[in-house]
């Protein structure tokens, strides 16, 4: 197999949960660049179908499946949608995540007056909301006997930042989660079947952007501490996690399994000093 091939998506079927997001949405456009036919998975019609309509327009394949990635039933309903349009589920991006204000420890928010039903709704959002996807596409994948599940990680699930509590719960999480299914998939069906995870570093998004950067696109106190310490000496462009993505997708990677790759621009290399 040459190296075109090896990076090759062409025949292949991916769903990207998350894929509405600036996050998710660079890699599904990417996944549908490499010639998988994509299906756009997000809470709000509308923002799917956009996406969806995007990648057609640049000559892509991609159909939006709007879903709520808490709710079993619409999950299945895409699944079967999917594979009465499609034929078959190779590819599986858990990109739905998140932070929420309630969960984050700043101001008069201490450790002790958090409310522990927004640590709930955090953990539920990112950890529960990868569990369930990898349980409905999964199984189609186990059926067919090959596929491969990429989740979501963060800088935050490895080193420890501050305010982000819950966040950084829910992400630590997604990096046990991920070598255990990838670790159960192996030794259980003997099959081809890969779980991987990618760990953005800092990038732009809605939910940090006013974290991060001043109305005039400078940068916030934290956002310069941040900065400092990745040694590459800025945040990521979205489409920087796309040749990670399809890399884990395909058979270039296909005797990779349940690993967290960095993609951060060294910060999880540097110590500060």
Not at 69 to 78: D, G, I, W
Not at 231 to 248: I, K, N, Q, Y
Request: aromatic share 6%; glycine share 12%; proline share 3%.
């Amino acid at each position: 197999m040459n190296t075109t091939d090896l990076f090759s998506l062409q025949g292949k079927v991916a769903i990207v949960t998350g894929g509405t997001g600036v996050l998710g949405g660079a890699i599904a456009r990417g996944l549908a660049g490499a010639g998988a036919q994509v299906a756009i998975l997000g809470r709000r019609a509308e923002q799917a179908e956009a996406v969806a309509q995007e990648i057609v327009d640049a000559g892509g394949k991609a159909m939006a499946t709007p879903a709520d990635v808490l709710a079993r039933e619409s999950l299945e309903t895409v699944r079967q949608q999917v594979l009465s349009n499609w034929g078959r589920i190779d590819i599986l991006v858990n990109a739905a995540g998140g932070n929420m204000p309630g969960a984050t420890i700043v101001g008069e928010r201490t450790f002790f007056n958090m409310d522990i039903s927004a640590l709930d709704s955090v953990m539920g959002l990112n950890f529960t909301g990868s569990v369930l996807p990898s349980q409905v596409f999964g199984a189609a994948m186990v059926e067919a006997g090959s596929g491969s599940i990429i989740n979501i990680s963060s800088m935050a699930a490895a080193k420890v930042l501050t305010r982000v509590m819950g966040y950084s719960a829910a992400k630590a999480a997604i990096d046990n989660f991920t070598r255990w299914l990838a670790t159960e998939l192996a030794l259980k069906y003997q099959a081809p079947l890969r779980v991987n995870a990618i760990a953005p570093g800092f990038f732009i998004g809605e939910q940090n952007r006013d974290l991060l950067l001043q109305p005039d696109g400078s940068l916030t106190a934290r956002g310069q501490q941040i900065v400092n310490h990745t040694p590459m000496g800025r945040f990521g462009e979205p489409d920087e996690l796309v040749g990670t993505a399809v890399w884990l997708a395909g058979d270039a990677s296909r005797f990779v399994t349940g690993i967290v790759v960095p993609v951060d621009g060294g910060f999880s290399a540097f110590s500060g000093v």
